[in-house]
Structures are given as structure tokens and as C-alpha cells.
């Protein structure tokens, strides 16, 4: 019998087409509002793997993920990280008539190279499956981190230019220190 179907998303631009969102403003970075994403029960894939960084914070989500041997349950919001090439899994509630909220950031590998961070995301713990702590935040905390955000768009969103990308990955590792 064969196992659940794995879902590969290679770029950022194909979230955004099997999500049904906009295309992404930037073919190697996205911000993307976790309530705009549609979830079918059903039609679902049960596992993903996606080929870039994803970091994300979810409130009210009406699914639990699965993610390397833990279960993850986002009613209180909470951050979650995941590496180029770690499997996860969703299971949607379909009961469950609660409103998503939240934001996940999109980062393609090719987006950090030659740079600084893409030597040092490597070391960051917390996209590590065997760290299995989930990263809850204060309200301040996540008012820091929103405005961190926000500047990443706010940047992506205006003219590219030769010192875009450079800001961008200050932003990024101003996150990650966070």
C-alpha cells in the first residue's frame, strides 16, 4: 500500500499558484497573509516539502501540522520555521469555522547567496527538526517581529534597486536574532 502523497513546491512562485494568491512581487521572497490561504479538506495533499525557507506565525489555524515527530497546534499562535527540504503535514479540521490569521515569510535559498546569512541561517537551531520546542512570543514580541516584517514588504513592494536586496537580509537577520 503506498505511503501519504508528497507534495514538492520548488519555487516561491508555485505557493503562490497552488495557493491560489497573487503572483509574488519577487520571485525569491514573499510575504504572504495567512488568512488569504485556502484550505479544501479533502483535496489536500498530505505531506509537502518545499525547496526554500519558510517562517511563519499562525493564529486560529484549523489544522494541526505534523512536522519531523511532533504534532503542532496553532489555536494560540505560535512561530514555526522550516528548512529547504524538511517534510510536514497538514491536518484541516474541516469542522472547524475558525478565521486563520497570521503571515508566513517565503525566502529561496538563492535569495541569501553570497551573503552573510547564507553561511549563518545554516546554524540557526530552529529550523532544525530535532528542535521540537515551538517558539511562543509576547505580545511585544510579536509587535517586533510584525514591524520587521512589514519593513521586508514595504522593501520588496518599492523599486528593486542595487540596495534592496542588501536591506532585505538585514531585516532577515534582525528577525532571526529576534
Given at each position: 500500500?503506498?505511503?501519504?502523497?508528497?507534495?514538492?513546491?520548488?519555487?516561491?512562485?508555485?505557493?503562490?499558484?497552488?495557493?491560489?494568491?497573487p503572483?509574488?512581487?519577487?520571485?525569491?521572497?514573499?510575504?504572504?497573509?495567512?488568512?488569504?490561504?485556502?484550505?479544501?479538506?479533502?483535496?489536500?495533499?498530505a505531506?509537502?516539502?518545499?525547496?526554500?525557507?519558510?517562517?511563519?506565525?499562525?493564529?486560529?489555524?484549523n489544522?494541526?501540522?505534523?512536522?519531523?515527530?511532533?504534532?503542532?497546534?496553532?489555536?494560540?499562535?505560535?512561530?514555526?520555521?522550516?528548512?529547504p527540504?524538511?517534510?510536514?503535514?497538514?491536518?484541516?479540521?474541516?469542522?472547524?469555522?475558525?478565521?486563520?490569521?497570521?503571515?508566513?515569510?517565503l525566502?529561496?535559498?538563492?535569495?541569501l547567496?553570497?551573503?552573510?546569512?547564507a553561511?549563518?541561517?545554516?546554524?540557526?537551531?530552529?529550523?532544525?527538526?530535532?528542535?521540537?520546542?515551538?517558539?511562543?512570543?509576547?505580545?511585544?514580541?510579536?509587535?517586533?517581529?510584525?514591524?520587521?516584517?512589514?519593513?521586508?514588504?514595504?522593501?520588496?513592494?518599492?523599486?528593486?534597486?542595487?540596495?534592496s536586496?542588501?536591506?532585505?537580509?538585514?531585516?532577515?537577520?534582525?528577525?532571526?536574532?529576534?
Amino acid at each position: 500500500m503506498p505511503g501519504p502523497k508528497l507534495y514538492r513546491v520548488k519555487t516561491i512562485s508555485e505557493f503562490h499558484q497552488f495557493r491560489n494568491l497573487p503572483k509574488p512581487e519577487h520571485p525569491l521572497i514573499s510575504v504572504v497573509d495567512v488568512g488569504s490561504i485556502k484550505h479544501i479538506p479533502g483535496e489536500e495533499p498530505a505531506n509537502f516539502v518545499f525547496d526554500f525557507y519558510s517562517i511563519a506565525l499562525k493564529r486560529n489555524f484549523n489544522a494541526k501540522m505534523r512536522y519531523g515527530q511532533q504534532d503542532y497546534d496553532f489555536d494560540e499562535g505560535i512561530m514555526f520555521f522550516m528548512a529547504p527540504g524538511q517534510v510536514f503535514g497538514i491536518d484541516i479540521n474541516p469542522n472547524a469555522a475558525i478565521k486563520q490569521a497570521g503571515w508566513m515569510l517565503l525566502i529561496h535559498p538563492d535569495f541569501l547567496w553570497n551573503t552573510s546569512l547564507a553561511k549563518t541561517i545554516k546554524h540557526c537551531e530552529f529550523f532544525d527538526y530535532s528542535v521540537n520546542e515551538a517558539l511562543f512570543l509576547s505580545e511585544k514580541e510579536e509587535s517586533i517581529i510584525a514591524n520587521i516584517l512589514q519593513n521586508i514588504r514595504q522593501e520588496y513592494h518599492a523599486n528593486i534597486d542595487k540596495f534592496s536586496q542588501d536591506i532585505i537580509i538585514a531585516q532577515l537577520e534582525l528577525l532571526l536574532t529576534y
